[in-house]
């Protein structure tokens, strides 16, 4: 069983940075690959960005490539989304997600994360 609490989000104006960290329970951390996702008012979640449990291999949506950067810090059970240039269409909640441990690739799709957070509110004022 992983829990899953993020934290970092808040209000930032157009052009500016946040950073996303993901604190993660249980000792299958650097087997777990995981995932940010985010959803807007109204909106589908969506994929935003994705790493393998070593964090050796990473992915992320066209929307945000080249501006956020997502990592993973096995030894303190952190997952991060440093999130620059940030544009209103980034707006959303934002989840971090984990895949089973037996998992090891990472994925774009929602239904194979079994564990999420509770999220965390970014806001971006243009």
């Known amino acids: 069983q992983v829990q899953l609490v993020e934290s970092g989000g808040g209000l930032v104006q157009a052009g500016g940075s946040l950073r996303l960290s993901c604190a993660a329970s249980g000792r299958t951390f650097s087997r777990n690959a995981m995932a940010w996702f985010r959803q807007a008012p109204g909106k589908e979640r969506e994929f935003v960005s994705a790493i393998t449990g070593s964090g050796d291999n990473t992915y992320y949506a066209d929307s945000v490539k080249g501006r956020f950067t997502i990592s993973k810090d096995n030894h303190k059970n952190l997952l991060y989304l440093q999130m620059n240039n940030l544009k209103s269409e980034d707006t959303a909640v934002y989840y971090c997600?984990?895949?089973?441990?037996?998992?090891?690739?990472?994925?774009?799709?929602?239904?194979?994360?079994?564990?999420w957070g509770q999220g965390t509110q970014v806001t971006v004022s243009s």
């Open positions: 997600a984990a895949r089973p441990a037996q998992y090891y690739s990472a994925s774009y799709y929602r239904r194979e994360y079994d564990y």
